[in-house]
């Protein structure tokens, strides 16, 4: 999923301050599931940002809402509840949904309340982990399913590094090291011959060195579909 972080308080209300009426509009998928975005998210900040003693002036009077994807147009656009007065929305969505947002809704002002930090999955309660950075050329099935590209410090292909030290990253913050993880199962599988294939230097244009990347999906309903990503 992708997973983000509220922006400080500080910074969403500078972004507000000056409207007169804003819609806080939470997402009903990713960030509701990492706890930072959804309906219940968005009335928790709506009720926050209410109080008086953020402003000089009157604070904007606030309404909640919430789509199950922001980042799908057609649902933005079935979303039929801009209340009349608006005069901006404050996002709870990924960057992506705000940008559906801001380009369905043009020309109201729509405002992002999330720092988007990640790709990742919960490990435990409350925690969530990067997994992935789209690299576009998956190698997990070389590396017994852990990614060293996102959990390695340095996204090295042939690891680990020589600051591993007892299974941790030298980088430090008690993170385990990708290496010794991926070794340790490579182990468990009986592939360890994977980690003595030399993993040579990898194209980035897939991960995005290339610019913008787009899907397409063609010859939808004659039998002949295909899905291809390219950058543009
Ligand atoms: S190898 Fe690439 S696509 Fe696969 S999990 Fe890692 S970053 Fe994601
Ligand atoms: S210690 Fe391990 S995880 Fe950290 S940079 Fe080196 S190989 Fe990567």
Same mark, same amino acid.
């Given at each position: 999923?992708?997973?983000?972080?509220?922006?400080?308080?500080? *910074?969403?209300?500078?972004?507000?301050?000056?409207?007169?009426? %804003? @819609?806080? =509009?939470? !997402? #009903?998928?990713? &960030?509701?599931?990492?706890?930072?975005?959804?309906?219940?998210?968005?009335?928790?900040?709506?009720?926050?940002?209410?109080?008086?003693?953020?402003?000089?002036?009157?604070?904007?009077?606030?309404?909640?809402?919430?789509?199950?994807?922001?980042?799908?147009?057609?649902?933005?656009? *079935?979303?039929?509840?801009?209340?009349?007065?608006?005069?901006? %929305? @404050?996002? =709870?969505? !990924? #960057?992506?949904? &705000?940008?559906?947002?801001?380009?369905?809704?043009?020309?109201?002002?729509?405002?992002?309340?999330?720092?988007?930090?990640?790709?990742?999955?919960?490990?435990?309660?409350?925690?969530?982990?990067?997994?992935?950075?789209?690299?576009?050329?998956?190698?997990?099935?070389?590396?017994?399913?852990?990614?060293?590209?996102?959990?390695?410090?340095?996204?090295?292909?042939?690891?680990? !590094? #020589?600051?591993?030290?007892?299974?941790?990253?030298?980088?430090?913050?008690?993170?385990?090291?990708?290496?010794?993880?991926?070794?340790?199962?490579?182990?468990?599988?009986?592939?360890?011959?994977?980690?003595?294939?030399?993993?040579?230097?990898?194209?980035?244009?897939?991960?995005?060195?290339?610019?913008?990347?787009?899907?397409?999906?063609?010859?939808?309903?004659?039998?002949?579909?295909?899905?291809?990503?390219?950058?543009?």
């Amino acid at each position: 999923m992708i997973v983000g972080d509220l922006k400080p308080l500080e *910074e969403i209300i500078s972004a507000i301050k000056a409207y007169k009426k %804003v @819609l806080v =509009l939470g !997402c #009903g998928s990713c &960030v509701t599931v990492c706890l930072s975005g959804g309906e219940r998210e968005a009335k928790q900040l709506s009720h926050e940002l209410a109080q008086v003693r953020h402003y000089q002036n009157a604070p904007p009077k606030f309404e909640v809402g919430s789509i199950l994807r922001q980042c799908e147009r057609d649902l933005v656009i *079935e979303y039929q509840r801009i209340p009349d007065g608006t005069d901006a %929305v @404050l996002s =709870l969505a !990924c #960057g992506a949904g &705000v940008q559906i947002l801001a380009d369905v809704l043009e020309p109201l002002p729509v405002i992002p309340a999330l720092n988007t930090t990640f790709l990742g999955a919960s490990d435990k309660p409350g925690t969530w982990t990067e997994k992935c950075k789209g690299c576009g050329d998956c190698i997990l099935i070389h590396t017994g399913g852990i990614c060293p590209v996102a959990r390695c410090a340095k996204s090295l292909f042939n690891g680990p !590094c #020589g600051g591993s030290r007892g299974g941790y990253c030298e980088v430090g913050q008690g993170n385990p090291c990708a290496w010794t993880q991926i070794v340790a199962r490579l182990k468990k599988l009986g592939r360890l011959n994977c980690y003595e294939e030399i993993q040579t230097a990898k194209n980035w244009k897939p991960g995005g060195a290339a610019g913008l990347r787009r899907r397409v999906r063609t010859g939808l309903g004659d039998g002949s579909t295909k899905n291809q990503t390219s950058s543009h």
